[in-house]
Protein backbone atom coordinates (compact mmCIF):
# COMPACT_ATOMS: atom_id res chain seq x y z
CA UNK A 1 0.00 0.00 0.00
CA UNK A 2 1.45 3.62 -1.07
CA UNK A 3 1.91 5.93 2.04
CA UNK A 4 1.74 9.04 -0.35
CA UNK A 5 -1.48 8.98 -3.24
CA UNK A 6 -0.16 8.11 -7.09
CA UNK A 7 -1.27 11.53 -8.00
CA UNK A 8 1.04 13.64 -5.42
CA UNK A 9 3.86 10.68 -6.20
CA UNK A 10 3.93 11.88 -10.13
CA UNK A 11 3.65 15.72 -8.40
CA UNK A 12 6.53 15.03 -6.22
CA UNK A 13 8.72 13.92 -9.31
CA UNK A 14 8.18 16.55 -11.38
CA UNK A 15 10.65 18.68 -9.48
CA UNK A 16 13.63 16.04 -9.82
CA UNK A 17 13.07 17.89 -13.32
CA UNK A 18 13.97 20.83 -14.43
CA UNK A 19 14.76 21.45 -10.86
CA UNK A 20 18.39 23.71 -10.67
CA UNK A 21 16.07 26.71 -9.92
CA UNK A 22 13.91 25.11 -7.04
CA UNK A 23 17.44 23.91 -5.20
CA UNK A 24 18.48 27.38 -5.45
CA UNK A 25 16.03 27.74 -2.73
CA UNK A 26 16.84 24.77 -0.60
CA UNK A 27 19.50 23.55 1.59
CA UNK A 28 18.91 20.13 1.40
CA UNK A 29 17.92 17.58 -1.62
CA UNK A 30 17.37 13.40 -1.45
CA UNK A 31 17.55 11.00 -4.71
CA UNK A 32 14.33 8.77 -4.63
CA UNK A 33 16.87 6.14 -7.24
CA UNK A 34 19.21 5.90 -4.20
CA UNK A 35 17.49 7.68 -1.22
CA UNK A 36 20.27 9.35 0.00
CA UNK A 37 20.05 13.11 1.47
CA UNK A 38 22.67 15.12 0.87
CA UNK A 39 23.33 19.14 1.20
CA UNK A 40 22.86 20.81 -2.07
CA UNK A 41 26.33 22.26 -2.02
CA UNK A 42 27.15 18.54 -3.13
CA UNK A 43 25.48 18.50 -6.38
CA UNK A 44 28.03 18.85 -8.77
CA UNK A 45 26.84 17.25 -12.11
CA UNK A 46 23.36 18.61 -14.34
CA UNK A 47 21.78 17.05 -17.45
CA UNK A 48 19.16 18.90 -19.65
CA UNK A 49 21.95 21.61 -19.92
CA UNK A 50 22.31 22.55 -16.43
CA UNK A 51 18.89 22.78 -15.48
CA UNK A 52 18.50 19.30 -13.74
CA UNK A 53 20.77 17.86 -11.09
CA UNK A 54 22.42 14.89 -11.07
CA UNK A 55 22.75 12.90 -7.67
CA UNK A 56 26.00 13.44 -6.52
CA UNK A 57 25.91 9.84 -4.62
CA UNK A 58 24.92 8.02 -7.63
CA UNK A 59 24.63 9.84 -10.78
CA UNK A 60 20.67 9.75 -11.35
CA UNK A 61 18.24 12.51 -12.08
CA UNK A 62 16.08 11.91 -9.17
CA UNK A 63 16.79 14.49 -7.54
CA UNK A 64 14.13 15.85 -4.98
CA UNK A 65 14.94 19.26 -3.44
CA UNK A 66 13.51 20.21 0.07
CA UNK A 67 12.05 23.24 -0.72
CA UNK A 68 8.91 20.89 -2.56
CA UNK A 69 5.83 21.12 -0.94
CA UNK A 70 6.84 16.94 -0.43
CA UNK A 71 8.32 16.04 3.49
CA UNK A 72 12.16 15.37 2.26
CA UNK A 73 12.37 11.83 4.05
CA UNK A 74 13.40 8.68 3.57
CA UNK A 75 9.83 7.10 3.44
CA UNK A 76 9.46 9.90 0.76
CA UNK A 77 12.27 9.00 -0.96
CA UNK A 78 11.36 5.19 -0.56
CA UNK A 79 7.88 5.55 -2.07
CA UNK A 80 9.20 7.06 -4.77
CA UNK A 81 11.42 4.90 -5.77
CA UNK A 82 8.99 1.85 -5.59
CA UNK A 83 6.86 3.41 -8.12
CA UNK A 84 9.11 5.43 -10.51
CA UNK A 85 12.01 2.38 -10.33
Known amino acids: MW ?3 EMDIKKASKYSIY ?7 SD ?6 CKSI ?3 SEI ?7 KTAMCPKC ?3 SVLP ?3 P ?7 LTELNKYWF
Do not use: P, Q, V
Not at 28 to 33: D, E, T, V
Not at 44 to 50: I, V
Open 59 to 61: GID
Open 3 to 5: LIK
Open 66 to 68: DSS
Open 44 to 50: SETTDNG
Open 28 to 33: KAGCYY
Open 19 to 25: NMSELEK
Open 70 to 76: FKLDKNT
Open 38 to 40: FDI
